[in-house]
């Protein structure tokens, strides 16, 4: 694909999962130089962990890494990326925020990439780290 | 508490979280001695990554994975259990079908457990397995 | 490779490393239909992480994990496999033993294989435990 | 403790340890405000994968992940810090080069704290990267 990647393209690709529009992610910026994609995820109250209490539950954020650093391959190879293998690690509760998630590509092999992904809320405080490795392999 | 734990007692906690029945998470059985907790999540077209391919996303069973890793040790515990972090190994494509996760305790320490988690589809093929790290200091 | 596979010849190609032979480590069984492999390190004090505590650095077992897991996956498929990554948990100190490991194949995919491997201490203790995610793919 | 840190101390601590001595780890700086630690670890031909292939084995790297995300933690809380678990992806081969590892801390709480370390060679290229959680609760 030779053309220029623009972000609605990115946002019809995130848009054909119907997983994604469940969830209600939203692909915000993506920087092709610094090899960086950033997703927002609207706060909704579905995501508590306990009902009235605004805690963002961990299956949010770690699906939200799992599909960002999915797209940061995704919009340096412009083909579906599977993941192979993700791993979170949750540093701070999330309360009453929307989340955004920055994702950044370690590698893009032939076979295998890896990216890192930094999920923050609204006042820019670090909520979790993810790290994802993923089949680059076009079949 | 000194009372028998019972397959309703572990639903009701896990029906208190907003995020579980948002995803239509249920325990289906649990075994003290095994160290063991199995949860079921129906299928539903808002988790298919291509609309009417069937295929799950892995997002699902990701946050599948962590809740039940998360309850194998509430259930030995029987204290609120927060995810440090987890990893997820997806091995083949769930179509079509329900998940069934099988999470085993592997250690209930005094501040750290760790539990496996086994992700099948309805004709007991292995989907996914997760290893998940929770904080098991009641505080 | 045509040829029935011998615990001499897992033993050769382990000893064809030289990193393998500089810590010690030795092939002592394997099981092509459980798809699993058995190592073995021997205690020295170089592995301690203090002078004469006996205790063995984490650093041993993750190195022995790595190996296993992959040796796991050499006898089912008999060529050099790369790992991806991996990922360990320790869960007891080992102290003044000789490491178990025993490693089993997951999945042995085309281009991706999955292995887990406990790592015992003398007494059958678990100490760690690992998971590795190797290439499979023949080039 | 009060006192100024220093790299000598750094590097006292790190050589009380038989293992670290016996692989040769080194460190080489550290920096408090960026909460980063640096280490060095001279080839040697008993590291390689293949004798005389000058290729490193995985395992170096594995274990240095481990020790330089350990001491980013103890250079900031100055207490012996045990690992929980830690991941590795490989991401280039190391051929006859020293590796440089630099490790940041990415969180130090009260009982958790958590590192990213990136592996490099003697040119700069990134070869490795880790992410460890650490038991920062002083007992």
């Known amino acids: 694909m030779n053309e220029v990647l623009t972000l609605q393209q990115l946002q019809t690709w995130l848009n054909d999962t119907p997983f994604h529009q469940f969830m209600g992610m939203e692909i915000t910026d993506f920087d092709l130089e610094k090899k960086t994609v950033s997703l927002r995820l609207p706060f909704r109250p579905e995501f508590e962990r306990m009902?009235?209490?605004g805690q963002l539950h961990g299956g949010i954020m770690s699906?939200?890494?799992?599909?960002?650093?999915?797209?940061?391959?995704?919009?340096?190879?412009?083909i579906p990326i599977p993941t192979i293998n993700f791993r979170v690690?949750?540093?701070?509760m999330g309360v009453n925020t929307d989340l955004i998630a920055i994702a950044t590509v370690r590698r893009?092999?032939?076979?295998?990439?890896?990216?890192?992904?930094?999920v923050y809320n609204s006042d820019k405080e670090l909520l979790a780290i993810g790290r994802g490795c993923y089949s680059t392999r076009s079949t």
Not at 72 to 77: G, R
Not at 89 to 92: P, S, T, V
Not at 108 to 116: F, N
């Open 89 to 92: 690690d949750y540093l701070k």
């Open 108 to 118: 893009a092999g032939r076979s295998v990439g890896v990216a890192d992904v930094d």
């Open 63 to 78: 699906s939200l890494i799992d599909v960002a650093g999915d797209f940061a391959l995704v919009s340096l190879l412009k």
């Open 51 to 53: 009902p009235g209490s």
